[in-house]
Every structure is written in C-alpha cells, then in structure tokens.
C-alpha cells in the first residue's frame, strides 16, 4: 500500500527526492514519516509531515538539510534531501500514523517496502 522510490547512488553533496504512493487505502488523514536504517544499525526516525502538511518534524541529523511534503491530491509523500553526506546511506522507508504525530516507529501502523540511498564520499 505505500510504496517508496527514488533512492540510488549519488556523490556527497548531492542531493535525491524520495517519493512515497499509497494505493489501495487513502493516507490523506495520516501522518506520513520516513524513516531509515543503515546495515548494522537500528531503523530511526527522519522525518514527519501532518496530515494538512502544515506541521513537520525533523531528526537533528537532517534538520536543514532534509524536507518532507505531501501532496494529498495524488496520496504521495516526498522527501527532497539535500548536502547528502555518507552516513545518510541506508534503506528509506515510508510510513503512516493514524493518529499520532510521532517519530517512534511503534506508533507507525503502516510500513512500505524500502529504498536504498547510497552516498559516495
């Protein structure tokens, strides 16, 4: 149901949009968060968008860097991340809240399969 896409291999400083579609149910009064995990590592939190968009939260390691948005009409989730450094390389994934703006997993119900983001240094 959420699919993540727009991962790949780009050089330090560079910068990727990662695109999250939903299918089959409507996420539009979900918070959608991205979330990563690097080999080794446990998954954590990047980043949450609200449901109207209008409120977002950022991990310190991508604040300023990192933008998530949503785009309701078309139930998809970006995002733009930018200044790309080597520890940023991991699976991305999206996911949805029903209900709770949070950047704990645990409270994310619905989980889309991942994509890779590969930093060259």
């Known amino acids: 149901q959420l699919q993540a896409s727009g991962g790949g291999l780009v050089q330090a400083g560079g910068s990727l949009r990662l695109s999250c579609a939903a299918s089959?149910?409507?996420?539009?009064?979900?918070?959608m968060g991205w979330f990563r995990q690097a080999p080794g590592k446990e998954r954590e939190f990047v980043a949450a968008?609200?449901?109207?968009?209008?409120?977002?939260t950022y991990a310190d390691s991508v604040k300023g860097r990192f933008t998530i948005s949503r785009d309701n009409a078309h139930n998809t989730v970006y995002l733009q991340m930018n200044s790309l450094k080597p520890e940023d390389t991991a699976v991305y994934y999206c996911?949805?809240?029903?209900?709770?703006?949070?950047?704990?997993?645990?409270?994310?119900?619905?989980w889309g399969l991942g994509t890779q983001v590969t930093v060259s240094s």
């Open positions: 089959g149910r409507t996420f539009t009064r979900y918070v």
């Open positions: 996911a949805a809240a029903e209900r709770t703006f949070s950047a704990y997993s645990i409270d994310y119900g619905y």
């Open positions: 968008v609200s449901w109207s968009g209008g409120s977002t």
